[in-house]
């Protein structure tokens, strides 16, 4: 099966052995192909499946690090890291400014 999908797909594969019985295939740690039960029973997938479930969680792969390369923020545009560094640096400053007043109070009690 291995063999198979390298070949048709001009990927690399590394195959690692499970339990008898078992037949999964992953794709960047995703499962793509699960015999599940049948497996057991020597029931599998056919080679034709496989290379299918490989090919479009591939493409599925391939089309998402696109769209990520892709985006770029608008010139200007805070992205949700910068918004939450300034809200934690707004929070620090609240949070120093009550504890000084509280310790005013203590002061004057």
């Not at 995703?30 to 299918?52: C, N, Q, S, W, Y």
Request: no cysteine.
């Amino acid at each position: 099966m291995a063999a198979k999908i390298r070949r048709e797909l001009n990927i690399e594969v590394e195959m690692a052995h499970g339990r008898y019985g078992e037949f999964k295939v992953t794709v960047d740690g995703d499962t793509v192909i699960d015999g599940g039960a049948a497996a057991f029973l020597g029931v599998l997938p056919t080679r034709r499946e496989v290379v299918d479930a490989v090919r479009t969680r591939l493409s599925e792969i391939k089309r998402h690090t696109e769209i990520r390369a892709d985006f770029k923020a608008p010139e200007g545009a805070e992205t949700g890291s910068k918004q939450k560094s300034e809200g934690e640096e707004r929070e620090k400053r609240v949070g120093r400014y009550e504890h000084v007043r509280d310790a005013g109070r203590d002061k004057q009690g």
